[in-house]
């Protein structure tokens, strides 16, 4: 059975203070990796898309890499506004729809 | 483009009530999903559909849940009757393909 995990379940961070979140994954074939950001009360709104372990994408604070076992979305010098569950997802080679895991909350204090 | 639609946002029902959740998906997207939320358990998928047809409805918790989409642009997920442990947040998503789901603002359900 394909399995997501994502760890911490929460992070309390200092405005400015880099960290980063993780998401390890078991599963049969990775066709691939999706990181989406889930702010109170709203859907999830998707950030990344990596297909091949190596792979590295930015936007703005936020860095996701991409290994053979797990992926990292590291956040540099965040700010409060970058509060928000971050929920990782993986796509199998199976013909289904994505696994989610149960996500990190993250909060950052200014 | 409206994104994904929900409709209601909100919903307090008493249990043993029929709810229904309507979402209207992505113009031009061919996937839809409906997922249930819940702090224990995270983000459920209940059932998906592709070019309007039902394709893996094994999420779908028990028989008092049922969904439908007649059209492109319309799906809706059914509970008769509801109880209380229904009560969390659903989600409708659409995609072009597998892999990147749209998203709509969800339908936070209670049941008393």
């Known amino acids: 059975e394909d399995q997501v995990t994502q760890s911490p379940e929460a992070l309390r961070l200092q405005e400015g203070e880099s960290s980063s979140l993780n998401c390890s994954y078991t599963?049969?074939?990775?066709?691939?990796l999706f990181w989406y950001r889930q702010d109170p009360g709203k859907g999830p709104e998707f950030l990344f898309t990596?297909?091949?372990a190596g792979e590295e994408k930015e936007k703005e604070r936020l860095k996701a890499t991409l290994t053979k076992k797990e992926s990292f979305l590291h956040i540099t010098a965040p700010k409060p506004e970058d509060s928000a569950t971050y929920l990782c997802?993986?796509?199998?080679?199976?013909?289904?729809?994505?696994?989610f895991g149960k996500g990190t909350r993250l909060s950052v204090i200014a | 483009d409206a994104g994904v639609i929900q409709s209601p946002r909100h919903e307090v029902t008493e249990m043993g009530q029929e709810v229904t959740l309507r979402c209207k998906p992505i113009?031009?997207?061919?996937?839809l999903f409906w997922y249930r939320q819940t702090m224990m358990r995270g983000l459920e998928l209940l059932i998906y559909?592709?070019?309007?047809?039902?394709?893996?409805d094994s999420g779908m918790p028990e028989d008092r849940f049922s969904a439908k989409m007649p059209n492109a642009s319309f799906s809706t997920l059914k509970i008769q009757p509801s109880e209380p442990r229904d009560s969390a947040v659903y989600f409708c998503?659409?995609?072009?393909?597998?892999?990147?789901?749209?998203f709509g603002p969800g339908t936070r359900l209670t049941v008393t």
């Open positions: 998503a659409s995609s072009l393909g597998p892999g990147g789901l749209y």
């Open positions: 599963v049969s074939g990775l066709r691939g």
């Open positions: 990596l297909y091949s």
């Open positions: 997802a993986v796509l199998t080679s199976g013909n289904t729809p994505l696994v």
């Open positions: 113009s031009g997207h061919n996937s």
């Open positions: 559909f592709n070019n309007n047809v039902p394709i893996d």
